[in-house]
């Protein structure tokens, strides 16, 4: 890895009680967002008569919305993940005022689900990240809400998974985030004290205020480029300045 900068010196300057790293990994480490509109276009491209003339962005806006509400029927288990990703479909195309048959629905689940899994990428600067954090003897770890399953085959495919010390998943947790439990166990897991780590994460309710309320260090993760909820919030809009992203995670 080529540097132009100083690390040691980075490190050297920052909070000396730093211990370990905290991250999110959809919308964080993991670039949901790519993987998400390659598959939406596809969508566009199949079904053209029904939402060929909605412009990308409005389509992202509309799925991110249902898949939102639809995930907590997945975590909570009201609805199991297939049922929910036909169900979010039917919602999505009703928008645009197309009823999918259930045998539709099933084929709209397959195209966007191959589409999507196909384009799984890290987010850019995750893994020069992870591994410069690692190599200065700092720990990683990941908070997610979502299934097991899905989020270590993500990790396998972006090539994260050897850079990450601790995995807390809330489906294997038993609690999801906001709660506070699941960053307590996040943290026994780590080995560390709220005011040893600093958590990363795209979800302002689910990441930044629980995370703030544990007195752990939060760093919102905004590459969605939306207005902060507060003034003087520290955010990142992506890992690709390392040197910008390892000060403020160092707190130089």
Partial sequence: MNQTFDEKNIFNSGKQTLRAVLFDLDDTLYDHRYSSRAALALLQQEYPAVLGAVSLDELERANLNILNTIHIEVLNRSVDVETARRKRFFRLFSQYEMELPAEEQARVSMLYREAYRQSWRAA????????????????????????????????????????????????????????????????DRLGCLPNQVVMIGDAWENDIVPARAMGIHAIWFNSYGVPAPEEHTPSLTSFSDLPATLRLIIGE
Avoid: W, Y
């Fill in 124 to 187: 850019d600067g995750a893994v020069e990240l992870l591994t410069v954090l690692r190599g200065h003897g700092l720990k990683t770890g990941i908070i997610s809400n979502n299934l097991i399953e899905e989020q270590m085959e993500k990790l396998r495919v972006c090539n994260l998974e050897h850079l990450i010390d601790s995995l807390t998943i809330s489906e294997e947790a038993g609690v999801a985030k906001p709660d506070p439990r699941i960053f307590q166990i996040a943290l």
